[in-house]
């Protein structure tokens, strides 16, 4: 089930949540004691920054399951660490990250280690808005001596923020890639907690079994799987990079939006709710897909008339930041998100990182 550690950071007992957080996330993800005790090192900086330049902030930790083709399951467990502010920004990001650099308004001199030390690393920042800064570790376990594969030519990422501190999600995401097809799924379990949370989990495994099947076919079967669990809303978005196509199908209150260049549409759901009863019909549509898109789904804790932002057009941020960038934007200290909130996002991989 979508395990997530929320951790907000006002006083100086909080950082060493943080760190115990950490060290509960790499136990579950299956880390030995060395990437451990780097997922500690990451979050006990990320939140002394937040309370030190930022007056305080959000530090989530998930563990996520991202695709490896050098792994014989095909998934490498990680975990990711997501630091948000509402704080002043960070003018410099370049110095920012450099070893010693510390002013009042940037997050200090742990960014430098904290790049380092993670396998992924981006930071986000708006003068005036805050920043948001991200780390993933995994095993590594195996890599030695071999060449690492080519990078994938699209990339997704997400934030999944309970409601109310709660321990379990009632959200879960997932990704998988099968020859050309990547495959998107968000699923939100009706309710709260833990009975929603398997339900949203269920949705998940069976993307993992058949993660070669088009969106509608996916659904179809999600509905007998779900079946003895409170049920969920669900969307499945699947992009076949040789037919350069985006098949989208869902059920329930998911939201859809795709970026084409600078303009938005809506990918509309079916109302329902998966595993309540069986649908007759499950429509797909379908859309062309370009180097200059981008897809957010996002369950219904997001306000319907979110903005986008910039960072939805910065083509070098990791989809992650850039989901959590939506999410900080949707809400304020004093006014936190409303629901189970989740947020995920397929990309094509940046110029630089393409094989």
């Given at each position: 089930m979508p395990r997530v550690w929320e951790v907000p950071v006002h006083d100086s007992t909080r950082v060493r949540d943080a760190r115990v957080a950490a060290e509960a996330a790499a136990?579950?993800?299956?880390?030995?004691?060395?990437?451990?005790?780097g997922c500690a090192l990451v979050a006990t900086e990320l939140a002394t920054n937040l309370l030190k330049h930022a007056g305080g902030g959000l530090i989530l930790l998930d563990v996520l399951s991202r695709p490896d083709p050098d792994r014989a399951d095909g998934a490498a467990p990680m975990v990711q660490i997501v630091a948000i502010d509402h704080g002043p920004g960070v003018r410099d990001i370049a110095g920012a990250l450099r070893d010693g650099f510390s002013t009042t308004s940037s997050l200090g001199a742990g960014l430098g280690t904290c790049r380092r030390v993670a396998d992924d690393f981006d930071l986000h920042s708006t003068v005036g808005r805050g920043t948001i800064a991200l780390a993933r570790l995994g095993a590594r376990a195996g890599r030695r001596g071999r060449q690492a594969s080519p990078a994938p030519a699209v990339r997704a990422g997400g934030v999944n923020v309970p409601f109310a501190g709660a321990e379990f999600s009632g959200d879960a995401w997932a990704w998988v890639r099968s020859g050309d097809l990547t495959t998107l799924l968000l699923a939100d379990g009706l309710g709260h907690g833990v009975a929603a949370a398997r339900a949203s989990s269920a949705a998940v495994q069976q993307l993992y079994r058949a993660p070669e099947l088009p969106p509608a076919q996916l659904l179809r079967r999600l509905e007998g799987a779900l079946r003895d669990t409170r049920g969920a809303a669900v969307a499945v978005a699947q992009l076949d990079l040789s037919a350069r196509r985006l098949l989208f199908a869902g059920i329930g209150n998911i939201g859809a939006r795709l970026r084409t260049g600078a303009q938005w549409q809506p990918l509309l759901s079916r109302p329902g709710i998966v595993g309540a009863?069986?649908?007759?019909?499950?429509?797909?549509?379908?859309?062309?897909?370009?180097?200059?898109?981008?897809?957010?789904?996002?369950?219904?804790?997001?306000?319907?008339?979110w903005s986008p932002g910039p960072a939805?057009?910065?083509?070098?941020?990791?989809?992650?930041?850039?989901?959590?960038?939506?999410?900080?934007?949707?809400?304020?200290?004093?006014?936190?998100?409303?629901?189970?909130?989740t947020v995920a996002v397929l990309s094509p991989s940046p110029p630089d990182h393409l094989p």
């Amino acid at each position: 089930m979508p395990r997530v550690w929320e951790v907000p950071v006002h006083d100086s007992t909080r950082v060493r949540d943080a760190r115990v957080a950490a060290e509960a996330a790499a136990a579950r993800a299956g880390l030995d004691e060395g990437r451990a005790a780097g997922c500690a090192l990451v979050a006990t900086e990320l939140a002394t920054n937040l309370l030190k330049h930022a007056g305080g902030g959000l530090i989530l930790l998930d563990v996520l399951s991202r695709p490896d083709p050098d792994r014989a399951d095909g998934a490498a467990p990680m975990v990711q660490i997501v630091a948000i502010d509402h704080g002043p920004g960070v003018r410099d990001i370049a110095g920012a990250l450099r070893d010693g650099f510390s002013t009042t308004s940037s997050l200090g001199a742990g960014l430098g280690t904290c790049r380092r030390v993670a396998d992924d690393f981006d930071l986000h920042s708006t003068v005036g808005r805050g920043t948001i800064a991200l780390a993933r570790l995994g095993a590594r376990a195996g890599r030695r001596g071999r060449q690492a594969s080519p990078a994938p030519a699209v990339r997704a990422g997400g934030v999944n923020v309970p409601f109310a501190g709660a321990e379990f999600s009632g959200d879960a995401w997932a990704w998988v890639r099968s020859g050309d097809l990547t495959t998107l799924l968000l699923a939100d379990g009706l309710g709260h907690g833990v009975a929603a949370a398997r339900a949203s989990s269920a949705a998940v495994q069976q993307l993992y079994r058949a993660p070669e099947l088009p969106p509608a076919q996916l659904l179809r079967r999600l509905e007998g799987a779900l079946r003895d669990t409170r049920g969920a809303a669900v969307a499945v978005a699947q992009l076949d990079l040789s037919a350069r196509r985006l098949l989208f199908a869902g059920i329930g209150n998911i939201g859809a939006r795709l970026r084409t260049g600078a303009q938005w549409q809506p990918l509309l759901s079916r109302p329902g709710i998966v595993g309540a009863h069986r649908a007759a019909h499950v429509p797909q549509q379908e859309v062309a897909w370009g180097d200059d898109h981008l897809l957010v789904l996002h369950s219904d804790g997001l306000p319907s008339r979110w903005s986008p932002g910039p960072a939805a057009h910065s083509p070098s941020l990791d989809p992650a930041v850039i989901a959590a960038v939506i999410v900080r934007d949707a809400s304020s200290p004093a006014r936190p998100v409303r629901d189970d909130t989740t947020v995920a996002v397929l990309s094509p991989s940046p110029p630089d990182h393409l094989p």
